[in-house]
């Protein structure tokens, strides 16, 4: 088997065509590559660019170097980081307070375990939890011990009190 020597040049200038033409692409989409991925990281253009003239200028090592420095956190999962923290935070403001010692206590708990401060009461009809000042239970809407079911705003729960005085000072008399 014999070539031709005008062939054989013609084919390795071909070859060397392709070849360079790919290292460009792969050059190029390397650096597109990095800058799309920089610029999900961070919003400092400096760094953007230096990220870029990094895949630019050193191209596949640079891109490695790059992958080691660049920030963890695309800034979409920052953002999702934060809410999250944020959520947490607010689950914790949320629990409420005890009013005795200012630790924070469990909604369904009677009495704080620190101070021995009543938190909440039984309603006698159901039996389930109450805050301390409602005078009705609103799961079975028995009124508390000692209140009249006209008693559910402030100003009518003061007038059953003193209509109840009255009663009272009358029943001495
Ligand atoms: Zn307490
Ligand atoms: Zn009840």
């Known amino acids: 088997m014999t070539f031709d020597p005008a062939f054989l040049s013609n084919l390795l200038l071909v ?6 033409a790919f290292l460009a692409a792969l ?6 590559w990095t800058y799309r991925d920089i610029r ?3 919003r400092d253009p400096l ?19 790059y992958l080691i420095l660049r920030p963890p956190r695309t ?3 920052e953002y999702q980081r934060t809410l999250e923290e944020e959520a947490l935070l607010q689950a914790l403001e949320d629990l409420p307070l005890c ?29 389930k939890l109450m805050e301390l000042a409602w005078n009705i239970c609103p799961f079975c809407g028995t009124p508390a ?7 559910t705003g402030v100003d009518e729960a003061l007038r059953g009190l003193k ?5 009272g000072e009358v029943k001495i008399e």
Do not use: Y
């Not at 050059?27 to 597109?32: D, E, G, P, T």
């Not at 630019?56 to 490695?64: C, D, E, F, R, T």
């Not at 009013?99 to 006698?124: A, F, M, Y």
């Not at 209509?163 to 009663?167: S, V, Y």
């Open 15 to 20: 070859l060397t065509a392709f070849g360079g």
């Open 40 to 42: 999900a990281r961070t």
């Open 99 to 127: 009013p005795g010692c200012e630790r924070r206590v469990k909604d369904e708990w009677q009495v704080c375990p620190n101070c021995h401060t009543k938190l909440k009461k039984t309603c006698h009809n159901c039996s």
């Open 47 to 65: 760094v953007q660019t230096l990220a870029a003239l990094l895949a630019a200028v050193l191209n596949l090592p640079g891109v490695l170097v």
């Open 75 to 77: 800034l979409e999962e």
């Open 145 to 151: 011990p000692g209140m009249r079911l006209e008693g």
């Open 163 to 167: 209509r109840d005085d009255e009663l």
């Open 27 to 32: 050059w190029i989409s390397l650096v597109v």
